[in-house]
């Protein structure tokens, strides 16, 4: 009865010239022409993470300059298992240039004040560049602002903050919250539900990744009969998630769509609790929700590159440290895959 989808949305990249370390929000530009992914055949192997939440790999080769370079990343926490993924890229790329010390660290939660310390960290600690997914838009800036300050070079994954950087490389997620409602209304309508309620599941009011997947949700929705909720932000504790999905099925909701990987294991949980189905869209492929979409209990995940985004990320913040990259915020669109159970 449920079938389809396998979309790839096309990869992209858009150049802006502005200077690292101003303090003006830059602009992205995207155009058409397509740009293929230097990760399409590194190798991702992970290695255990240590007891402190650090990781780190010296490797025996050489940059092209022969300089050795410390690289951090910086994600929003060290929970999920999508921030593992980015830093499997990132090994992989700094095994493959050499001479690489780097390290993966993050808050205990989503909070920018503890972000900006992870932050300070790196630079006390003689980063040369940071890779970083921004908890918010602005809430960490006065600290990249520091970083920029003290030479290091700025390259967002997955999420970026208004700083100015070398590149950023993400998801465009706009794109994607649409493609999650197209996914969902075909579906609903599929199972002849033309209209009806459908929560949404948000992380915080400041986690732009999220907010601008919820936006392209809610614009494929225009002009339908449905109706969408308020949305309910989880802020590191799914049983806010839960207590919505029960309210939801109490008010008869028709569908539910998570905004991340936490939202969506949420919801699926909520409903396996329950013992009832509904139609859910969510975001990740981490094995919570890969089960949860074989079980059939989530219809469909958006399923995003970010091995791409750290190994792309490690290797161009490198080639900026040695004069071979030379643009300031570029973006890279690294595309999304729509998984259903029977695509998989």
Not at 94 to 105: L, S
Not at 140 to 148: H, P, R
Not at 254 to 281: H, Q
Request: proline fraction near 1%; glycine fraction near 10%.
């Amino acid at each position: 009865m449920r079938k389809k989808l396998a979309i790839l949305c096309g990869i992209c990249v858009g150049t802006m010239l502005m200077g690292c370390g101003a303090t003006t929000t830059p602009e992205i530009i995207m155009p058409d022409e397509p740009m293929a992914s230097a990760a399409a055949e590194a190798s991702t192997a992970s290695d255990a993470q240590t007891n402190d939440t650090a990781k780190s790999d010296d490797a025996s080769k050489t940059t092209t300059s022969g300089n050795s370079y410390t690289v951090y990343l910086i994600t929003m926490d060290l929970t999920d298992s999508y921030w593992q993924s980015i830093d499997n890229g990132c090994q992989a790329a700094a095994k493959e240039i050499g001479n690489i010390t780097y390290k993966w660290i993050g808050p205990d939660s989503h909070d920018d004040a503890l972000q900006s310390a992870c932050i300070d960290e790196a630079v006390a600690n003689g980063a040369n560049a940071i890779l970083i997914a921004a908890n918010s838009a602005d809430g960490v800036n006065d600290s990249l602002k520091a970083a920029a300050d003290a030479g290091c070079k700025i390259v967002y994954v997955d999420s970026a903050a208004s700083f100015d950087c070398v590149t950023a490389l993400a998801t465009d997620n706009e794109k994607a919250g649409q493609t999650a409602g197209e996914t969902m209304i075909q579906d609903l309508k599929d199972n002849g539900i033309e209209s009806g309620t459908i929560g949404i599941m948000g992380v915080t009011q400041d986690t732009a990744s999220c907010v601008a997947r919820e936006q392209g949700f809610r614009e494929a929705f225009e002009g339908t009969g449905y109706t969408l909720a308020d949305t309910v932000y989880m802020e590191d504790d799914a049983s806010k998630v839960a207590a919505a999905v029960t309210d939801g099925l109490g008010s008869g909701y028709v569908g539910f769509f998570g905004t991340n990987e936490g939202t969506t294991v949420a919801i699926g949980d909520a409903l396996k609790d329950a013992g009832t189905e509904s139609n859910v869209v969510g975001f990740d492929t981490s094995d919570a929700v890969l089960s949860l979409v074989s079980d059939g209990v989530v219809y469909a995940t958006m399923q995003q590159n970010p091995e791409v985004m750290g190994h792309d990320g490690l290797e161009i913040a490198i080639q900026a440290l040695e004069g071979e990259y030379t643009d300031t915020n570029t973006k890279t669109d690294t595309g999304v895959t729509v998984i259903t159970k029977d695509a998989m």
